[in-house]
């Protein structure tokens, strides 16, 4: 699939500032394993907030792939930052997310949750996934209990992940 060329394109990362460790090494080990989860366990339910519609995990990792305000550069270290969340009214919004290997929370603008939705429709159009937003203003983001995403990062041989508490912590700050 290719990438989505979003216009206008996204300014680079910058800085957040929510800073979560143990939330980032989450996020990195998902990436690192991206290949094997989305061939194993496209199906599984993310924690989300709870008023996001059902969101498979496939769906977040072709956002990872797909779409130019879903990933980049680490300011702080040039490795690749991901989204985790998003957020918008009509002609403003943000999108969030953490280095996969430095774990430097990051942010950008967004002009609209309109841009959010075509970005998620256009990243995983052609597959079975999706990432569905509903309302305007709107938004999605990891939270709640991420005991199933540690799961399968065990399933699929992945080391050194975080302590599902910690995590379970990020997520309700988050
Ligand atoms: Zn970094």
Do not use: K
Not at 1 to 22: I, K, N, Y
Not at 81 to 91: D, E, N, Q, Y
Not at 101 to 128: H, K, L, N, Q, Y
Not at 138 to 162: K, N
């Amino acid at each position: 699939m290719p990438l989505v060329h979003s216009s206008p394109p996204p300014e680079p990362w910058r800085v957040g500032d929510r800073r979560s460790p143990a939330l980032a090494r989450l996020v990195g080990a998902l990436y690192r394993h991206r290949e094997d989860l989305l061939r194993i366990y496209p199906n599984v339910v993310l924690p989300t907030d709870p008023g996001n519609a059902p969101t498979p995990l496939a769906a977040l990792l072709l956002l990872w792939a797909n779409w130019d305000y879903g990933m980049g550069l680490c300011p702080a270290c040039r490795g690749a930052a991901v989204v985790t969340s998003f957020s918008g009214v009509l002609s403003a919004g943000s999108v969030g997310g953490f280095c996969t290997e430095c774990g430097m929370p990051v942010a950008r603008f967004i002009g609209g949750i309109g841009r959010v939705r075509t970005g998620c429709r256009e990243a995983t159009a052609g597959t079975p996934w999706a990432i569905r937003i509903t309302t305007t203003p709107g938004g999605w983001r990891l939270a709640g209990d991420p005991q199933i995403l540690i799961a399968v990062l065990q399933e699929v041989g992945a080391s050194g992940l975080p302590d599902t508490a910690a995590v379970a912590a990020a997520l309700r700050r988050s």
